[in-house]
Nanobody, 114 residues
Framework: QVELVESGGGVVQPGGSLRLTCVAS????????MRWYRQTPGTSREFVAA????????GYLDSVKGRFTISRDNANNTLYLEMHSLKPEDTAVYYC???????WGQGTQVTVAT
């Protein structure tokens, strides 16, 4: 059974930082591309970042480039999203996603506010 469990969300002031974690199980994590998405109420989920199975190749939404970093620990089946210089417009539920069969985690809320 595939499971993706996100954690690390919270409330942070503008300019602050958070690190999101996604622990994967039920598939060969080290051999698969992984992605982070985010969603705000009333909108579709938006691609945020992707990482190759080796971790050597990454891609980002333009608005988060230079502020967010996606990484992975294949030995521990864990995906990360380091977020810095957070802005109010980064407020969303963030989801870990396994593209191969379209599996999603339950999401973790990130709120950037004074």
């Amino acid at each position: 059974q595939v499971e993706l469990v996100e954690s690390g969300g919270g409330v942070v002031q503008p300019g602050g930082s958070l690190r999101l974690t996604c622990v994967a199980s039920g598939f060969n994590f080290s051999r698969e591309l992984m992605r982070w998405y985010r969603q705000t109420p009333g909108t579709s989920r938006e691609f945020v970042a992707a990482i190759s199975y080796t971790g050597e190749d990454t891609g980002y939404l333009d608005s988060v480039k230079g502020r967010f970093t996606i990484s992975r620990d294949n030995a521990n089946n864990t995906l990360y999203l380091e977020m810095h210089s957070l802005k109010p417009e980064d407020t969303a539920v963030y989801y870990c996603m396994r593209p191969r069969l379209g599996h999603w985690g339950q999401g973790t809320q990130v709120t950037v506010a004074t």
